[in-house]
């Protein structure tokens, strides 16, 4: 071996390993357990199921734009069904009407309650369905009337107009107050305002797995998207799906931030069948 081949070899090794404690990961994808799965892993699991929730940091522009590619990679193999924490189940109409292609997004954003961060972060996805003529579900309460029960508990829902019920779970909501997510939630604040948080939290699950049913036809493959918190620890909206339909077939992601992606932390695991780890010092959205 000349010395000039043996010099190249060895700035080849230097450049390599320079390269290597340079890279960065933006994200790491982890199962229930703390072990690295693939992308690829991800995808083939989640269509082997009925339901998949995901689970968002909202301000995440990682968990956003993994949202788009999944289900971009996801269309074509089964029918898919999009749905929604961000819509409000009385905002249905001109959601449906903008994916249908029967208003612009100038109407859509005077007839529906678009979050701040719409356009950045939820548009894609609506426009994905538009695009593809894909079902796109409001599926959240409306927001005043889950402030009705922050204030004044369950009994205030019968007071309302048949039309106020439509936009939510039936009455009477099941509620199991010692569900490990709502019994947190209680402790966070005193007296009557601690009990009634977890409840208000509540009918939001309940009402986003009611209207997940409601659209969903056997061969779909249903796609959510909500806070992480409505589904951590396979609890919220995926307690009240498995109470009316056991026999479905569901899947998690949730989405964590931490320091270092490279391990998850003890205390990430088990949050999902999949935890999207985002580098912690990633930008967010707002």
């Known amino acids: 071996m000349t010395n000039r081949i043996l ?17 960065k990961r933006a994200y790491s994808l982890f199962d229930a357990k703390g072990k690295p799965v ?39 193999q089964k029918q898919l069904v999009l749905g929604a924490e961000m819509f409000e ?14 208003i612009d997004v100038k109407a859509l954003d005077t007839l529906a309650r678009l979050w701040p961060n719409y356009k950045t972060d939820y548009a894609p996805l609506v426009n994905f369905a538009r695009e593809n003529r894909l079902p796109f579900v409001a599926t959240n309460i409306p927001r005043r009337l889950a402030n009705l029960v922050y204030k004044k508990g369950f009994g205030a829902l019968d007071t309302l107009s048949s039309e ?29 305002a601690g009990e009634n948080l977890p ?11 009611h209207f997940i049913l409601q659209h969903y036809q056997p061969g779909d493959f249903f796609v959510h998207f909500h806070g992480t918190y409505h589904t ?15 026999d479905l077939r569901y899947v998690t992601i949730s989405t964590v931030s931490q320091a ?27």
């Open 38 to 76: 693939s992308y690829e892993k991800m995808v083939r699991t989640a269509v082997r199921n009925d339901i998949l929730l995901f689970g968002e940091l909202h301000n995440n522009p990682v968990a956003h734009w993994l949202q788009l590619e999944l289900i971009k990679d996801l269309h074509g």
């Open 232 to 246: 951590d620890f396979y609890e919220g909206i995926l307690w009240y799906l498995r109470l009316t339909r056991p």
């Open 260 to 286: 270092d992606c490279s391990r998850l932390l003890d205390e990430n695991r088990g949050k999902a069948d999949f935890i999207l780890c985002v580098d912690e010092d990633m930008t967010t959205t707002y």
């Open 199 to 209: 409840r208000a939290q509540a009918v939001k699950d309940a009402a986003m797995a």
């Open 164 to 192: 106020e019920k439509s936009w939510m779970a039936p009455l009477p909501v099941p509620y199991d107050p010692e569900l490990p997510g709502y019994k947190k939630m209680a402790g966070m604040m005193p007296g009557h």
């Open 7 to 23: 010099i190249m070899i060895v700035v080849l090794l230097l450049f390599s390993a320079g390269a290597s404690a340079r890279k």
């Open 89 to 102: 189940a009385d905002n249905q109409s001109p959601l449906s009407d903008y994916v249908s292609g029967k």
